[in-house]
Each structure stands twice: as structure tokens, then as C-alpha cells.
């Protein structure tokens, strides 16, 4: 399809404010189902991570959005234009990949300049914008260098800066830290998100990585078995899980499979399968629940420790600590109820428990700092 002709297909109706929809997504390869309806808009600007489990489907959405899939049903569209039979070389992104795939024989330079020649662009052009784009990544100092010359945080700048050089609508990045060690990885994930504030560009990110998600992202659509099972913003992904899926994948949690005995505007009660009682705030999801099934999520760190019994008899149960794990800034314990439910809880190592291992002690948490998730 030519150029012009990508230029003159019909803009469909949707709002101008995405520069990524997908519309009830779905892909199958060999038979098995493994995108289910997918149906998103991404914000002009925005940095926007699909977080998940591998073999999730995350990376094919990607996929779709590239080109390098075309979708079983649905629709791509990418500021308001059907991406439906365009080529991922005539659609206005550029990838960023795990690996960089930058040509081994090519300099710094002659890599970020390679999709500039490709369409024809002039020689003053192509010097301009791949300067701009070396002094964007810092990397102005190794332009004549070779891939095999750089360190992997080096590598990863030159993938940045070929995928920006092209001015794309939107960036796609597929696992981009993925091949980092963990202290460059960080230090990636500051660059990453200064470059985007600085851009102001369309980022989708692709990552496993929960922390790296939560760090960067506007918002995450955490997907599970092909599914979207929630898009949010970090605090509400991390703090208002609306599946047990969620509360489990993002983060630690401990989960609590019961049943709801009694259910007001103010309180929910909840019997667990092993016989706690625990009191949960409603929350918007949960105040139109009926009497059933719900799991409930509490975070490792919400839960307190005591070794005396509490005053207040609200979620507070007996057990004993069965291991404990300095992690340098937080201890992690491991107690076991006298029901038989084992819980981790993470304290500051500023509050390190005088307990001993086998000895008894109190978990005790607020009734607002736990959830009831539909089962």
C-alpha cells in the first residue's frame, strides 16, 4: 500500500485524544485462542504499559499494534486510521526490542541513520535529526562506535534512539530492560522516563516486570490468559485490585478464600474456609455485594506484628513465626496462624520483631487495609 494511500483511508469515528485503539481484539494462531477481545485507547502522550504473566498474550497485542500480526478479528487504529492491511513499515510507530537488534556491522551512528536512508531522506536531514537523536540518549560521544564496543544500558540507547529518529506517533517497547542486569536496569528505567516526559511521545511497554510497571507507567492494563483483567493507574492496580489474579500478580498479598455472612454500607464480614472471622471496609466494588464466595487480599506490609495481644479484637489472630528474612531495608516474616493459614508480612527494619523463631505472637490489620474480591 503506498504512502498516499495510507494518507487517504477514512478516519472512523473515536476519540481524537488516543493514539492507540483496539477494538474487541482477537488472535489465533494454530487453532488456540491466546488474544480474548482485547478493547483499549491509549492517551496521546501517554506512558502505558500491558503487564503480565508470560504466555499472557501481551507481547502479541504488541504485535498487533506493529504490524508484524494482523488481528483475527477487531480492529487496530492509530490516531483515528484503520491500521487493517498496512504494513508494519507504513504504520507511524518503531519498535524498541529485548535483544536491540542493531546491525553488528553498522557504527552508533549509521544504526539510528539506517531508517532515515531507507526512505530516502537527504543527507542534511538525516545528519540533523540522528545528532538530535544521539544528543537525546547521551550517546554523542560514541557515534563511530560498534554494537560490540558498547555495554548492554549503551546498546539499549541506540534501539531508543533509531525507534525515535523516525518520529513515530507511538514507541513500542517489547521487554526494552529486559536483558539489563538489575542496577543498570534502574538506572534504564529513570532514563526512560525522563526521555518520555521530555518527548511528550506515545510510550506501550510490554513487560513481567511489576515493579518496572508500576515505577513508569501512566497506567497498565494487566492482561491474564489472553484477557484484560484491569487497567488502571499504578495506585489503582496496586492498591484497588479488582481480581484475586490481580491482588496476587501485582505485588505480594495474602489471599483468604471465604464467604460473606453479613453485609452493610459500613462493614462486610467475612468467614474464611478455615473459620477467621475478618471485617472488610466496603469499597465502590464491593458495596453492592450479595452474601458468597469472595477472596479476601491483605499486602504483607498493611499487617502489623505484636507480641503482646492487641486491645482491639478487629482482625487480630494468634500464630507463630516460622522464619524471618533480612532484606536490608524490610524484614519478611512468615507466621502461621493457629488455623493453619500461613501469611508473610514485611515490616522497616526499623521495627525488627524481638521474637525468636516458634514463638507466639498477634497479626493484626485495620479493616480498611484489606479487600473483598469477587471469587
Request: net charge neutral.
Amino acid at each position: 500500500m503506498s504512502q498516499t494511500a495510507m494518507q487517504n483511508r477514512p478516519v472512523i469515528e473515536t476519540d481524537t485524544r488516543f493514539d492507540v485503539e483496539l477494538r474487541k481484539i482477537f488472535k489465533v494462531f494454530n487453532g488456540e485462542t491466546v488474544v480474548r477481545g482485547v478493547d483499549l485507547g491509549i492517551w496521546q502522550g501517554e506512558f502505558f504499559s500491558i503487564l503480565g504473566p508470560s504466555g499472557c498474550g501481551k507481547t502479541t497485542t504488541l504485535r498487533l499494534i506493529a504490524g508484524f500480526e494482523e488481528p483475527s478479528a477487531g480492529e487496530v487504529l492509530i490516531r483515528g486510521k484503520s491500521m487493517s492491511g498496512v504494513p508494519a513499515y507504513r504504520r507511524p510507530v518503531n519498535t524498541v526490542f529485548q535483544s536491540y537488534a542493531l546491525f553488528s556491522h553498522l557504527s552508533v551512528w549509521e544504526n539510528i541513520a539506517f531508517g532515515l536512508r531507507i526512505k530516502r531522506q537527504s543527507k542534511a536531514e538525516i545528519q540533523n535529526r540522528v545528532q538530535e537523536a544521539l544528543r537525546l540518549v547521551k550517546m554523542e560521544q560514541f557515534a563511530r562506535r560498534y554494537p560490540a564496543q558498547l555495554s548492554g544500558g549503551q546498546q539499549q540507547r541506540v534501539a531508543v534512539a533509531r525507534a525515535l529518529v523516525n518520529r513515530p506517533t507511538v514507541v513500542l517497547l517489547d521487554e526494552p530492560l529486559g536483558a539489563l542486569d538489575l542496577k543498570l536496569r534502574k538506572e534504564m528505567q529513570v532514563e526512560l522516563s525522563t526521555l518520555h516526559k521530555n518527548l511528550g511521545v506515545t510510550f506501550v511497554m510490554v513487560t513481567h516486570d511489576q515493579e518496572e510497571a508500576l515505577s513508569l507507567s501512566d497506567r497498565i492494563a494487566v492482561m491474564h490468559d489472553g484477557r484484560l483483567e484491569q487497567i488502571g493507574t499504578p495506585n489503582q492496580i496496586y492498591d484497588y485490585p479488582q481480581t484475586p489474579f490481580v491482588a496476587d500478580f501485582i505485588g505480594d498479598t495474602n489471599l483468604f478464600k471465604g464467604q460473606v455472612e453479613t453485609i452493610d454500607y459500613a462493614m462486610l464480614q467475612v468467614r474464611t474456609d478455615r473459620g477467621l472471622k475478618i471485617l472488610v471496609k466496603p469499597t465502590e466494588s464491593s458495596n453492592g455485594s450479595t452474601p458468597g464466595q469472595v477472596v479476601v487480599s491483605v499486602r504483607p506490609e498493611k499487617i502489623q506484628l505484636s507480641l503482646e495481644k492487641p486491645s482491639s479484637p478487629v482482625n487480630c489472630f494468634e500464630g507463630r513465626l516460622m522464619h524471618t528474612m533480612y532484606l536490608g531495608t524490610h524484614v519478611h516474616y512468615l507466621v502461621e496462624l493457629l488455623s493453619g493459614d500461613r501469611l508473610t508480612v514485611l515490616q522497616p527494619n526499623r521495627a525488627k520483631l524481638a521474637a525468636e523463631p516458634d514463638s507466639s505472637l498477634y497479626i493484626h490489620w485495620a479493616e480498611t487495609d484489606c479487600l473483598a474480591l469477587t471469587a
